[in-house]
């Protein structure tokens, strides 16, 4: 299994990734999909139930799919899973579906990779209830830095949307955020991980070479690696 090397740029979530050099991505596969760990086993991926794509009539084969495929080595994660309540199913399929994948990924000791939108209350609360030993990472985050540092006192990590990253906007979201917490991803856009890169260490005022240095020590502890 391929790992991040020290001086990689480090995609955390992608859909559809092209390796490049010096990028390590971690690729995100959806049950609903076709595509499993096991089609690409050199490759890092993630695989879980996106609410997007659940319903009542294929929530059991996509939670089947799921534990189908926690014995591969280079699943690196559960997800992305959680909740939107702009699309997909009722909130309370949503919460089912990901109650579920918490329970596994506790159960197999691999980190979460969760698609939150306007749905916090909702992800705290399966949060407090279920009391996860593993880590959680909020991919595509976007919000302000109250909800961020919420987040964080939980434990979590945050990967930021790829479109909110690059505006200088984000720059005093990314100031006040501790960076141990911080990944960076393009899930499945064009944009290349080095403009992200280059951005975010601009807005934190330190070298490339040092964000890829932070983010491969988040990516050891996120991982437990
Ligand atoms: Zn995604």
Redesign the pocket.
């Known amino acids: 299994m391929n790992l991040p090397q020290p001086g990689d740029y480090i995609d955390i979530?992608t859909?559809g990734g092209k390796s490049g050099s010096g990028v390590f991505f971690i690729e995100?596969l959806m049950a609903h999909e076709k595509r499993t760990p096991e089609d690409f086993p050199e490759q890092a991926c993630t695989f879980g139930i996106?609410p997007w794509f659940l319903n009542n009539n294929n929530y059991d084969q996509l939670l089947n799919c799921v534990m189908a495929v926690t014995g591969f080595s280079n699943l690196f994660a559960i997800g992305?899973s959680g909740f939107d309540k702009f699309r997909g199913p009722a909130t309370e399929l949503q919460r089912r579906s990901f109650e579920e994948q918490i329970a596994i990924s506790e159960e197999i000791k691999k980190p979460v990779v969760i698609?939150c939108v306007r749905a916090w209350d909702e992800l705290f609360a399966v949060h407090k209830k279920l009391h996860p030993k593993m880590k959680w990472l909020i991919?595509?985050f976007r919000g302000n830095t109250e909800l961020a540092m919420q987040l964080l006192s939980k434990g979590m990590y945050l990967s930021f949307w790829f479109d909110f990253v690059i505006r200088p906007e984000s720059a005093k979201l990314l100031e006040s955020l501790p960076k141990d917490r911080i990944f960076l991803e393009t899930?499945?856009s064009d944009l290349d991980i080095k403009v992200i890169y280059e951005k975010v260490a601009s807005d934190l005022d330190i070298s490339i070479d040092e964000l890829k240095s932070i983010i491969l020590i988040n990516f050891n502890n996120f991982f437990n690696l």
Request: glycine share 20%; charged share 20%; net charge negative.
């Open positions: 979530h859909h995100n996106h992305e698609h991919h595509g899930d499945g």
